[in-house]
């Protein structure tokens, strides 16, 4: 292998907790149950397991409101326990990727319990972003994350306190050095447990804009849109830089930005491959091309969005951080709907294949993959129909603030708009076997399983050689094998731009080329893509090969040399 590094060639396969498997039927997955499960794991061949948050928290989104960074959620388990996972997926060969959540903590954590004490004496005042009213009102018109204003009063100090998220998520003040000081010893303590990175939550936000202004506001809209003004904030990359000299360079670790907003021009430095900030960046906008064209609507709707969109989109990430900076590649996560549903066609005729198909598209492009649980089994989104199946509070807070209180949709819109872009979509419990809950738990689990169990599962997927599960296990093994799905040159096939139906690209290392065709519709189509003789087939969907012929959903993966 050449220059390149170990994350670079590395495969990371994302585990939700609370959703993975449930070790003393409580209902609620459990570290003890992902040690149990660490077998199943390896077998697929990844490299890093990242965990969703472990720590102690107040448990209103989903523990991305974390009450202590250095305790274990009593509900998923013991700090022993998270030892002997860490450990038992050491020795398995697999590095553990833990979640850092610094743009906000809970209300409930020390730091903010301590703040609620308003003067200039008490330094953890200061650890949060609080401002005096103005004209008896909030003191921007900034709207969170999570529906309602950015800003809730403390009548105790008479003060408003900051929170893009829910209020129980206060935002965390950057600009003081002691907050970050406090941060990097808390993240340098992880580092003597031996832990192998941290993917970064809404780390893009952590540095607010001066003045705090107002942000823009859509005609409909009831609140000023604060993505717009606190992403990539004007002093973000300096604290990067120092948290990369005060511990990131202190390890071989694998490190990601969840960087809601990021633009290339801001990728190539939260990114750039000289290693000053993170390795990589999630990048957000294609999980945003299928959004309401109503920004007061956000991301609810039910509607689609077409390959051209979506390739042209993907293409431009891979273009630009070529050679400059890396990018992680993922089509979905715990925050978005499954894959298979939103990109492919989740129809029994067409599932498997159109899974296989978009894990291809992926897996072959630039950057370092992400699997999230359940996706190398073609889980599919759940289709809930009321509004009490869901759990997740950005959904049922969008409900309540778009049907109920605003009436800018009505309820039966609203739950289509829920059964396509809910979080927990992505949330219910992994389905391991066509037993009782799908064999994650004896007792009645904190989300509904997706009833399409008993036949999407993992025992299932094992004994088919022709599962989706196989099919990843290939890719991963043959991005092993291949430096050129790490290193190789990425280029769309000149004929392919503006084509509604088949995405075709190249990649190229020295002598060898990887050419990858993909039709991302449910049509026939023909297609002619001159293939030299002597190429073989790296992987396909099909049992055969019909040359120009391209069935629903087929994709096709040559490798060849000049
Ligand atoms: O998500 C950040 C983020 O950008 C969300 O607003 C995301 O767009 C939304 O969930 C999609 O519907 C991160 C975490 O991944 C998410 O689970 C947390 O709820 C959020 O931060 C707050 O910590």
Redesign the pocket.
């Known amino acids: 292998m050449t220059d390149s590094k170990w994350w670079q060639r590395a495969v990371v396969y994302q585990v939700y907790p609370k959703s993975f498997q449930d070790s003393d039927n409580d209902g609620i997955g459990d570290l003890k149950g992902i040690t149990q499960r660490l077998d199943y794991i390896k077998k697929l061949g990844v490299d890093v397991i990242w965990l ?1 948050p472990i720590y102690k928290t107040s448990n209103i ?2 523990g ?2 974390i009450s202590d960074y250095q305790a274990i959620n009593p509900t998923l388990g013991k700090m022993t326990d998270f030892e002997e996972l860490l450990h038992k997926a050491h020795q398995l060969g697999l590095k553990v990727m833990m979640d850092l ?1 610094v ?2 903590s809970s209300f409930e954590h020390e730091w903010f319990q301590r703040s609620l004490v308003k003067g200039k004496e008490n330094p953890y005042r200061d650890y949060y972003i609080w401002r005096d009213p103005v004209a008896g009102h909030e003191p921007n018109n900034w709207g969170s ?2 529906s309602g204003p950015a800003w809730t009063y403390d009548e105790a100090s008479g003060q408003y306190y900051l929170h893009l ?1 829910a209020k129980e ?1 206060p935002d965390l003040n950057w600009d003081n050095p002691r907050l970050r000081h406090s941060i990097f010893e808390m993240m340098n303590w992880w580092a003597t447990k031996g832990i192998d990175g941290f993917r970064m ?2 780390i893009s936000f952590i540095s607010k804009p001066e003045g705090l202004p107002d942000a823009p506001q859509g005609a409909q809209a009831l609140y000023g849109d604060a993505g717009a003004l606190v992403a990539n904030g004007a002093h973000v990359h300096q604290y990067l830089h120092e948290m990369n000299q005060e511990v990131l360079k202190k390890h071989d670790w694998i490190t990601v930005g ?1 960087t ?1 907003g990021v633009t290339v021009d801001e990728a190539l430095k939260y990114a750039a491959l000289d290693g000053s900030e993170l390795n990589m960046v999630f990048q ?1 906008e294609h ?1 945003g091309l299928d959004g309401n064209k109503n920004p007061a609507l956000g ?1 609810w709707d039910n509607r689609r969005v077409g390959l051209p969109e979506l390739r042209e989109n993907l293409v431009k990430w891979q273009k630009a951080l070529a050679g400059k900076a890396w990018n992680s590649l993922y089509w979905n ?4 709907p499954r894959v298979v549903s939103r990109f492919g066609n989740d129809s029994s005729k067409y599932r498997v294949l159109s899974a296989k198909m978009l894990a291809a598209v992926l897996h072959f492009m630039q950057g370092t993959p992400y699997i999230y649980q359940g996706e190398e089994l073609g889980m599919t989104n759940v289709y809930f129909k009321e509004l009490a199946d869901y759990r997740d509070l ?1 959904s049922l807070n969008a409900y309540h603030e778009l049907v109920e209180q605003e009436k800018l949709v009505d309820k039966q819109t609203m739950l289509s708009y829920l059964q396509v ?1 809910s ?1 927990d979509n992505a949330r219910t419990p992994m389905q391991w076997d066509d037993s009782r809950n799908a064999g994650f738990s004896e007792q009645t689990p904190w989300l509904q399983v997706n009833p399409n169990y008993k036949k999407i599962n993992a025992a299932a997927a094992l004994e088919d050689p022709t599962s989706v599960f196989y099919f990843y296990q290939r890719l991963i093994k043959l991005r092993h094998e291949l430096p050129i799905i790490t290193e190789g040159k990425f280029e769309l096939m000149p004929e392919n731009e503006g084509d509604h139906a088949v995405f075709a690209y190249t990649r190229q290392l020295a002598k060898q080329t990887i050419l990858v065709i993909a039709n991302f519709t449910a049509e026939v189509v023909t297609r002619n893509y001159d293939l030299p003789h002597v190429a073989k087939t790296l992987v396909k969907n099909y049992p055969d090969d019909q040359k120009e012929k391209l069935r629903p959903y087929e994709v096709k993966v040559y490798m060849y040399e000049d």
Request: hydrophobic content about 30%; aromatic content about 20%; cysteine-free.
């Open positions: 969703n989104d989903g991305y409101d959540v743009n906000h994350f999570f998220f998520q939550d809404v969840e809601a957000f999980m991301k996560n715990h925050d978005q950005e872009h979080r």
